[in-house]
């Protein structure tokens, strides 16, 4: 095998800097770079480790765990396929940002240390930020930049954390970490940020349906599930973790349910079904930890197939909200099927990808005798269907006939929701290959007459329940608050106060400051110094004067502040 | 538009015909719920049915909840940008 000595991940992101040079190149790139990077990942021997000495510490820049390949996979494939869906709309920056991103997610998940995993954590801030850019329009600007900021604030709690962290232990590794001091709960914190956690749980559907068709297909795929493979790795049976992913099931259930954009009821869904990774995560036994590790890896392909069909809808339209949506099955069949696989597999229907791995959260909970997690769950999985199974596919694709007649997908979608659908049905039926690849050894039957007719009775009579209460669901053009209204809204009254504020004692101050500075101007001018003065006088000798002063306080600073 | 015109799947009679199928698979769901035992250990679950109007019952609440949260939550679609377009220019400030 060839020696690794770059991670995989960087190959992505320094293979995105290339993209520009022509769509020839470009689109070669698109398919090499995820095969090459898949290539890597599954010759490298198992725990295979790369270590680099820097700064008195030893990096772990490669080290291939069963975990980190499996997240390493799924990203390189989404990064494959979201490639295919996107290569002949998407434009050049926002393909390089993509795959920037898909790289820097990859180089998280394989990384054995936390500094290069801080490294990776904030390259992705910034892809992401340039694949909402890449929309090109003023809402998509700006809800980046409100993105950017609260990714920024999560990388910095990462970071306060892990130099508390290293301080106090004197270790690097990325491993298990106590929950002993403030630091590891920072480190905590600056994952859950990036999960969608509460309260923070806003940005999602914040940003990602600004971003074009296809930026969102490759957004819903990285960011929050980087996240869980960190909780994953460092914080596995944090019961802290429980009650969090439950608040995040029924939030973004809720949300979903009062939304109007397609593409922010599935952003909603997001932060429900990262809820259920997280607590599995929190319940912490092998086969939660299984569960949610397989449930991370099937959700990123259902969650980019519903969001391929969304974009698709999208594409074809123009149109985003549900109020304008409606009867497009009948001109986009194609599109219209393989996006209900999507929200059958995100609705855990029997024989599809869901089924398999969400339910090894809930037998966890059961088994653990948790009565109220299990009921949660279940209330959730029939919360799920109701919010995303079937709102979605019926408001975009039946519901009213809206009169419009787009033409189906072009070729190269549906060629890739094909493969996501396949891969949602085929995994469902034929679950092996997944579960041989989980981190724990798999003792789990998922197909039982008691279960099937469990998941039937749940998914089928909560579908009763949608159209039964469908007066009460009609759309509205609204959007709901949130935490983000913070942010948004208060701050920017008590910004546009405090501006004014601000704005009259700053000019009373530059005005002081002006007069006083003038005034030492000329008395500096009229002093023998002036000649020194910098710009205004070029000699040399000016600046070896200046450099003696620069000097000369190091030196002052040497012996008063050592 | 005549009936001719219309998609089978959206004709008034078509329709009826998928609720009865729809309702015969329902309760399908629930009898078949009398020759398996769910297992969960709380008791509760093994009753007949249960999974149904569980299912059904929560999904009523999580409509209505969401209904009521929505008298508080919901503003107009541009209730964002009517403020962010007026940003730091209005008030007379000044750039300089």
Redo the contacts between chains.
């Keep these: 095998m060839t020696e690794l000595l770059l991670p995989p991940g960087l190959l992505l992101v320094i293979g995105a800097l290339f993209m520009p040079f022509g769509i020839k190149v470009r689109n070669l790139l698109i398919f090499v770079l995820p095969v090459l990077c898949l290539y890597f990942i599954w010759s490298a021997p198992a725990d295979y480790v790369v270590t680099l000495p820097f700064l008195g510490f030893e990096l772990v820049p490669i080290k291939i765990t069963t975990v980190g390949q499996l997240f390493a996979t799924i990203f390189s494939l989404m990064a494959l396929i979201g490639g295919i869906f996107a290569y002949k709309t998407a434009s050049t920056l926002e393909l390089s940002a993509a795959f920037a991103y898909a790289g820097s997610a990859i180089g998280v998940t394989l990384s054995g240390d936390l500094i290069t995993l801080f490294v990776f954590w904030e390259i992705m801030a910034i892809g992401s930020t340039l694949v909402i850019w890449a929309a090109r329009y003023e809402g998509a600007y ?1 809800a980046s930049m409100r993105y950017l900021m609260v990714h920024l604030l999560g990388g910095l709690l990462l970071m306060i954390g892990i130099a508390g962290h290293v301080v106090q232990t004197g270790s690097i590794s990325f491993t298990p970490l106590a929950l002993d001091s403030i630091a590891q709960y920072l480190i905590l914190a600056g994952f859950l940020v990036n999960a969608g956690a509460p309260p923070l749980s806003a940005w999602i559907a914040d940003a990602y349906p600004e971003a074009s068709p296809s930026g969102s297909v490759f957004l819903s795929a990285f960011t929050t599930k980087t996240a869980v493979f960190t909780l994953l790795i460092a914080f596995p049976g944090t019961w802290l973790l429980i009650p969090i992913g439950i608040y995040m099931i ?1 939030y973004g ?2 949300y979903a ?2 939304e ?1 954009d397609m593409r922010r009821i599935l952003a909603y869904s997001i932060v429900n079904q990262v809820g259920f990774m997280i607590t599995g995560i929190g319940l912490g036994t092998e086969m939660a930890l299984n569960g949610a590790a397989a449930h991370a890896f099937v959700h990123i392909i259902y969650k980019g197939l519903l969001l391929m069909s969304a974009g698709a809808v999208l594409y074809r339209t123009g149109k985003r909200s549900c109020t304008d949506l409606g ?1 497009l ?2 001109t986009m069949p194609w599109t219209a099927l393989l996006g209900i696989i999507g929200a059958l597999a995100i609705s855990s229907f029997p024989f599809t990808s869901g089924f398999v791995t969400k339910s090894m959260i809930a037998q966890t909970a ?2 653990q ?1 948790l ?1 109220i997690v ?1 009921f949660a769950l ?2 959730a999985s ?2 799920v269907f ?1 919010h995303a199974g079937i709102k979605f596919p019926w408001f975009v694709f ?1 519901q009213k ?1 809206s009169g419009m007649r787009p033409a189906e997908a072009p070729r190269n979608m549906l060629v890739a929701m094909g493969v996501l659908a396949a891969l949602c049905i085929g995994l469902g039926v034929y679950p092996e290959p997944l579960y041989a690849i989980l981190p724990f050894a798999v003792n789990y039957e998922p197909y039982t ?2 279960h099937l ?14 159209f ?2 469908l007066p ?2 009609k759309r ?7 935490v983000d209204w913070f942010y ?2 208060l701050f ?2 008590t910004d ?1 106060v405090g ?2 504020l601000l ?1 009259s004692f700053n000019r009373g101050v530059t005005n002081a400051i002006q007069q006083s500075w003038q005034g030492f101007q000329s008395t500096f001018q009229a002093s023998r110094l002036s000649k020194y003065h910098l710009a205004s006088s070029w000699p040399t000798g000016s600046m070896v004067m200046w450099i003696g002063v620069i000097l000369g306080g190091y030196l002052l600073m040497d012996i008063f502040f050592k | 538009m005549s009936e001719q015109n219309i ?1 089978w ?2 004709r008034k009679e078509n329709i009826r015909k998928l609720w009865i199928g ?1 309702i015969i ?2 309760m399908l ?2 009898l ?2 009398f ?8 008791g509760i ?1 093994d009753s007949v ?8 019952v ?3 609440g ?6 009521l ?2 008298f ?6 541009n ?2 940008d009517d ?2 377009n007026q940003g ?1 220019n ?2 007379g ?1 000044e750039h300089d």
């Design positions: 700006r029924f259930i809720i349910l009062l109007n009867g099955f009948q059961a088994d005798n009565i299990w279940a209330a029939a919360g109701l039946f006939d007459a008691a007719v469990a998941q039937f009775q749940l998914l089928l009579f909560a579908g009763l329940a949608f039964v209460m009460m669901m509205t053009l609204t959007i709901s608050l949130d948004r809204k920017s009254v546009r501006y004014n704005h | 998609h799947l959206l729809f698979i329902l769901t629930v078949a719920g020759f398996v035992h769910q297992h969960e250990s709380f679950e049915g249960f999974f149904a109007w569980y299912g059904f929560t999904c009523v999580m409509v209505v909840f969401a209904k949260l929505g508080v939550l919901k503003r107009p679609e209730y964002y403020d962010t730091l209005e008030n400030v």
